[in-house]
């Protein structure tokens, strides 16, 4: 038996299975994000008890670890009696884990809008799914740009806990690499600059969004 | 669905909840304690000394900002054995979540740092403070005054990561579900109650972090710090 090294086609493994980190990390963008939309409209809606159900999903998303939401998924979906294939477990604890964060961001995107804003499209008649739709949604969704790409990057690391229930994903093509050719350092550092060429670009980009926001303010 | 839940069979198994509650709480207190002074230094030298100091220190906290804290660990506990680094899974956890930690505390303080206005040295100045003065009453404590409540949020949120060490196989608190589960199978039940038991935690770290910032920087300062979510850090 000869032992593989960590070469082109190692590599080109972990090129494929970034794919599959990038399709998760869309569908709890996606996910979450119309999820996440429905709860920070509830937290910021007129009914009391709607936006304190809101803020306790919120509070118990942010207060349990992803890791948790996943192995419940896991095991809820099955305990259900769904036979379904981890990238189903996967994909649905990433939207529920996104929703919890990025409600959470937009709940204060939408509260930023001066009152002013509301008070003036209120007398102008507007009704409440009016407001949304033409005064407060458009600025709000401004203000929304640089956080809420800042938190992709969140959520493309965190995909990497997935593979702690075999989704074959990028952190999980490292570690059976790993497992075949027995170089730890080289190939979880491959597996580290394949995540940083993905996550930085996007980190510069909230900064970049966040700063032109800002162009216009004293400081 | 016919599954009935038995939550009883926990019970049997207290003694291995506990001490993985032990554990997280050990691993995550000591990554805070450290991670936060290496952020204060971090966040420091870089702005006192700039230039290639300032390069290294922005650089080291992109690429761990920019990384998965799984892989990380991965690094740590499996890539230094093979530069001849031999550490035990609690040891490699508490590194991973030090270095980890410690880029975001640097990322968060230095914003606080920037955040302090000029006017205000010169009036240090002014005063005939020392330049240690300065540094210590009118930059660092003030700055860090002003960032509590993020720093709150990403150590809470440190706390709930570390569940990600039993990756690694550190014996914490996620370890030692999965350890029961591999005995019981019972893996729903015991999912939700160590869910519950992360809930307790984190809310208790939060309570704690605020009784903390109200004795060291006054009751306003630990209120927001109570009440603040994490901040998505961009």
């Not at chain 2, 207190?29 to 390069?55: D, Q, T, Y």
């Not at chain 2, 199978?185 to 605020?210: D, G, H, K, N, W």
Request: charged share 10%.
């Amino acid at each position: 038996m000869t032992l593989k090294t960590f070469g082109f086609d190692q590599f080109g493994f972990l090129l494929f299975s970034l794919q599959w980190t990038i399709l998760l990390t869309l569908i709890a963008l996606i996910g979450g994000g119309l999820l996440g939309f429905a709860v920070a409209l509830a937290r910021t809606a007129q009914l009391k008890p709607v936006r304190i159900a809101a803020a306790t999903y919120i509070q118990v998303i942010q207060g349990i670890p992803v890791l948790m939401i996943l192995f419940l998924s896991y095991y809820g979906l099955s305990l259900a009696g769904f036979e379904l294939p981890p990238l189903f477990a996967a994909g649905a604890s990433m939207t529920i884990y996104a929703s919890g964060y990025l409600a959470e961001i937009w709940r204060g995107c939408i509260q930023a809008v001066p009152k002013q804003q509301w008070e003036a499209s209120e007398s102008l008649a507007m009704t409440r799914l009016q407001q949304y739709r033409y005064v407060v949604l458009p600025q709000a969704i401004r203000i929304s740009l640089p956080p809420t790409v800042g938190f992709a990057v969140q959520v493309v690391k965190n995909t990497s806990i997935t593979s702690i229930i075999g989704f074959v994903e990028l952190a999980r093509a490292g570690q059976l690499i790993n497992n075949a050719t027995f170089q730890p350092f080289r190939v979880f550092l491959a597996v580290a600059a394949l995540y940083f060429v993905v996550c930085y670009p996007l980190s510069q980009l909230s900064r970049l969004l966040e700063r032109r926001l800002h162009a216009g303010s004293s400081r | 669905m016919s599954y009935t839940f038995q939550f009883g069979v926990l019970a049997q198994y207290q003694d291995q909840i506990l001490s993985g509650i032990w554990l997280t709480i050990k691993i995550s207190v000591l990554s805070i304690i450290l991670g936060c002074a290496a952020g204060i230094v971090l966040s420091s030298v870089r702005s006192i000394w700039g230039g290639a100091v300032r390069f290294l220190v922005d650089a080291y906290v992109e690429i761990i900002r920019n990384t998965p804290f799984l892989v990380q660990l991965f690094i740590v506990y499996f890539g230094l054995p093979g530069l001849g680094l031999r550490v035990g899974a609690d040891t490699a956890a508490l590194i991973g979540m030090t270095i980890n930690l410690a880029a975001y505390s640097t990322e968060i303080i230095r914003a606080g740092i920037e955040a302090v206005h000029k006017s205000q040295i010169e009036a240090g100045e002014a005063l005939g403070f020392t330049r240690f003065q300065i540094y210590r009453h009118v930059i660092i404590v003030p700055a860090i005054a002003k960032v509590y409540p993020a720093l709150c949020s990403q150590f809470v949120l440190m706390m709930l990561a570390s569940s990600i060490c039993s990756a690694i196989s550190t014996q914490e608190l996620a370890a030692s579900a999965a350890f029961i589960e591999s005995q019981t199978y019972r893996s729903f039940e015991i999912y939700i109650a160590v869910t519950l038991i992360y809930l307790a935690l984190a809310l208790a770290l939060r309570a704690a972090l605020a009784l903390i910032g109200m004795w060291l920087f006054g009751r306003r300062v630990a209120r927001r710090a109570m009440t603040a979510l994490p901040e998505v850090q961009a």
